[in-house]
C-alpha cells in the first residue's frame, strides 16, 4: 500500500500563489507516476498534472499549463505543485494520485492511491 498526504493548502487571494506538497509513505518503490486532480462542489474531478516518477516528465491540464508547475523529489517521496496566478474559479479540494501503471495520466480512475485531499480558496 501507498500512503499519500497533501499540505500547503489555504486561502488566497486572485493571482496570488499557494504550494501545494503531497508525501508519499509505504511500497512507494511501486510508484510509477503522480498526479494532482481537483474536485469543486457540485463539479466533477478534474485532472491538473502529472509527473512521471523516474523521469520527470510533467504533464499539465490545458487550463493550467503556463501557470501551474509540477515537481518531486525522489529522495524526499514528495511530490509538489507550485500555483502561480489563481483564479477563483480554481477553489476546490486539490488531491494528489499515485499509480503503479503506465496509461491515461488524466484518467481519475487509472490511479490507485489518493490523498484526503486539501482545501484551496481563491478569493476574488
Known amino acids: 500500500q501507498v500512503q499519500l498526504l497533501e499540505s500547503g493548502g489555504g486561502l488566497v487571494q486572485a493571482g496570488g500563489s499557494l504550494r501545494l506538497s503531497c508525501a508519499a509513505s509505504g511500497h512507494t518503490s511501486r510508484i510509477l507516476a503522480m498526479g494532482w486532480f481537483r474536485q469543486a462542489p457540485g463539479k466533477e474531478r478534474e485532472f491538473v498534472a502529472a509527473?512521471?516518477?523516474?523521469?520527470?516528465?510533467?504533464y499539465y491540464a490545458d487550463s493550467v499549463k503556463g501557470r501551474f508547475t509540477i515537481s518531486r523529489d525522489n529522495s524526499k517521496n514528495t511530490m509538489y505543485l507550485q500555483m502561480n496566478s489563481l483564479k477563483p474559479e480554481e477553489t476546490a479540494v486539490y488531491s494528489c494520485?499515485?499509480?503503479?501503471?503506465?496509461?491515461?495520466?488524466?484518467?481519475?480512475?487509472?490511479?490507485?492511491?489518493w490523498g484526503p485531499g486539501t482545501q484551496v480558496t481563491v478569493s476574488s
Open positions: 509527473i512521471n516518477w523516474s523521469g520527470g516528465t510533467p
Open positions: 494520485a499515485a499509480r503503479s501503471n503506465y496509461g491515461n495520466y488524466a484518467q481519475a480512475a487509472e490511479y490507485a492511491y
